[in-house]
Nanobody
Framework: QVQLVESGGGLVQAGGSLTLSCARS????????MGWFRQAPGKEREFVAG????????YYAESVKGRFTISRDNGKNTVYLQMNSLKVEDTAVYYC??????????????????WGQGTQVTVSS
């Protein structure tokens, strides 16, 4: 079994920064591709960022590229999402996701087998 526990969400002013954390228990963390998704009120869930195992190769949605950074610490079984220059449009519930091995399409939610409970990020103007 795999459990994902997220933390770090909160309220921040536009232009500010937040760092989200996702700790995973269960099977070897380094064997999993990890991802972050978000869902805003009235909108569908969308891909934010993903990071592969081994070398830590990452991929970002165009809307966050240059502002967000995904990283992982395999020793701590934790993945992070550093969010800078936050915009009101970034307001959403952010979800951590995991899948065993390398995803063919890491931006697709169906590629992931395990999901966290979500953490709320609210950006005020």
């Amino acid at each position: 079994q795999v459990q994902l526990v997220e933390s770090g969400g909160g309220l921040v002013q536009a232009g500010g920064s937040l760092t989200l954390s996702c700790a995973r228990s269960g099977r070897t963390f380094s064997s999993y591709t990890m991802g972050w998704f978000r869902q805003a009120p009235g909108k569908e869930r969308e891909f934010v960022a993903g990071i592969w195992s081994s070398t830590g190769t990452s991929y970002y949605a165009e809307s966050v590229k240059g502002r967000f950074t995904i990283s992982r610490d395999n020793g701590k079984n934790t993945v992070y999402l550093q969010m800078n220059s936050l915009k009101v449009e970034d307001t959403a519930v952010y979800y951590c996701a995991a899948r065993l091995g390398v995803a063919t399409f890491p931006q697709r939610n169906y590629e992931y087998s395990y999901w966290g409970q979500g953490t709320q990020v609210t950006v005020s103007s």
